[in-house]
């Protein structure tokens, strides 16, 4: 009796664990769907497509439009952004549209960054120590901040009511370096830029050419409104070095007396690739203040 009891108490638990066969028959659960959000594809001017995300908030546009964040690599970092944006609206601070501005994949990064991002460096030297081309125009960057500016403002204008002098840039590493092209190139483009982690040893020559032609044309009168600007790093970034960002925001400092804000934030504890996430809700108080 006793193995009888035994041999039907086992078969009564086996009865209750699922067949490899039935687990595998199951239907799949649906893919998770961020709410208050849009997918659409967009082709820049000469014919790239571009995956644009976008998370709005609920209800009716202040009078002057929802400010904009433009988020590069947006397949990496725009669910971040656009979850903190939906939780400050339960606090009445995610009234701002956050674009992500990524490609047709479902990697978190795409190859064609590098194009989109960087100056061309012509050379097999290391990139710290290869020549820049002070005439060299019509780069990747510039097409795609023609693209940021252009096509894709007004096509987010066409879905939403936006204020155009509410326009942010959040750029990270490669796209961090981008972001602060985008200030020295077009100063007026953005009313707030973050550069996160930039890569600011990327031929670093053309860097600060650009940084003393910025810096001279600002102190001359020669720009009327320039965009604030944030740099974020983190203490053990950039090979346990964030002093590249540091000593930016130094060099910077003094155009204050021209109009330039600048703010620069060290995070503990936080590597290269740690620093977007500890940096998002830094970016949405920045850029909403």
């Known amino acids: ?29 649906p893919p998770y769907t961020m709410p208050s959000t849009q997918m659409f594809d967009v082709k820049s001017e000469g014919g790239e497509t571009y995956r644009i995300l976008i998370s709005y908030p609920k209800g009716e546009a202040p009078e002057g439009g929802f400010p904009v964040l433009y988020v590069i690599d947006g397949n990496a970092y725009f669910a971040s952004f656009a979850e903190t944006r ?18 047709p994949t479902d990697e978190a990064y795409d190859a064609r960054r590098t194009a989109d991002f960087l100056f061309p460096v012509p050379t097999v030297s290391p990139p710290a120590q290869a020549k820049s081309q002070p005439n060299a125009t019509n780069t990747g960057r510039d097409k795609f901040l023609d693209f940021l500016t252009g096509r894709l403002r007004s096509e987010i204008g066409k879905r939403f009511k936006i204020d155009p002098d509410r326009q942010s840039l959040f750029g990270h590493s490669f796209g961090g370096l981008f972001a602060i092209h985008a200030l020295y190139a077009r100063p007026e483009a953005f ?15 053309d860097m600060l050419r650009e940084e003393r032609a910025f810096a001279a044309r600002l102190a001359g009168g020669k720009i009327a409104r320039t965009s604030r600007l944030m740099l974020v790093a983190g203490d053990q970034d ?51 203040r």
């Open 1 to 29: 009796m006793r193995y009888y009891r035994l041999a039907s108490a086992l078969i009564a638990a086996a009865m209750l664990v699922p067949s490899a066969g039935s687990a595998q028959s199951a239907p799949a659960a």
């Open 191 to 205: 009313q707030a830029i973050i550069a996160a982690s930039p890569s600011l040893e990327w031929n670093v020559q």
């Open 238 to 288: 950039q090979d346990d070095d964030p002093e590249p960002a540091r000593a930016l925001a130094a060099r910077l400092d003094p155009l204050s007396a021209y109009g330039l804000s600048t703010r620069y934030r060290l995070y503990e504890d936080e590597i290269h690739m740690t620093v977007p996430a500890r940096a998002v809700t830094d970016t949405l108080r920045f850029v909403l």
């Open 86 to 103: 939906r939780l400050l609206e339960y606090s009445d601070r995610g009234k701002t549209l956050v674009v992500g501005v990524g490609y």
